[in-house]
Nanobody, 125 residues
Framework: QVQLVESGGGLVQAGGSLGLSCTAS????????MAWFRQVPGKEREFVAA????????VYADSAKGRFTISRDNAKNTVYLQMNSLKPEDTAVYYC??????????????????WGQGTQVTVSS
C-alpha cells in the first residue's frame, strides 16, 4: 500500500506562485512514476504533469508548460509541483498520484493506482 499526502495549497493572486508537495509512504516510492492532476467541480480530473521514477523524464499538459515544474526527491519520498504565473483558471483541487503498475509515465487518470486526498489551490483575479 502507498499513502500520498499533499500539502502546500492555498490562496494566491493571479501572477503569483505556489508550491505543492506530496509525500508518500512506502519504501518503493523511488520506483514509481508520479503525477499531479487537478479537478474543478463538475469537470473531469485532468492531467497536469508527471515525472519518471528517476526524475529523468517529465511530461506536462499544454496548460502547464512553461509555468509549472514537477520534480522529485526520492530520498524524501516527495514529489513537488512548483506553479508560477498562476491564472484564475488554475483554480482547482490538485491531486498527487502514483503509478505502481509499470515503468510508464501515463498522462491519463487510469494510469495511476494510488491517489492523495487533494489540496485546494485558489487563484484570485
Amino acid at each position: 500500500q502507498v499513502q500520498l499526502v499533499e500539502s502546500g495549497g492555498g490562496l494566491v493572486q493571479a501572477g503569483g506562485s505556489l508550491g505543492l508537495s506530496c509525500t508518500a509512504s512506502g519504501r518503493t516510492f523511488s520506483s514509481y512514476a508520479m503525477a499531479w492532476f487537478r479537478q474543478v467541480p463538475g469537470k473531469e480530473r485532468e492531467f497536469v504533469a508527471a515525472i519518471k521514477w528517476s526524475g529523468g523524464t517529465t511530461v506536462y499538459a499544454d496548460s502547464a508548460k512553461g509555468r509549472f515544474t514537477i520534480s522529485r526527491d526520492n530520498a524524501k519520498n516527495t514529489v513537488y509541483l512548483q506553479m508560477n504565473s498562476l491564472k484564475p483558471e488554475d483554480t482547482a483541487v490538485y491531486y498527487c498520484a502514483a503509478n505502481s503498475k509499470s515503468l510508464l509515465v501515463p498522462t491519463t487518470r487510469r494510469g495511476y493506482d494510488y491517489w492523495g486526498q487533494g489540496t485546494q489551490v485558489t487563484v484570485s483575479s
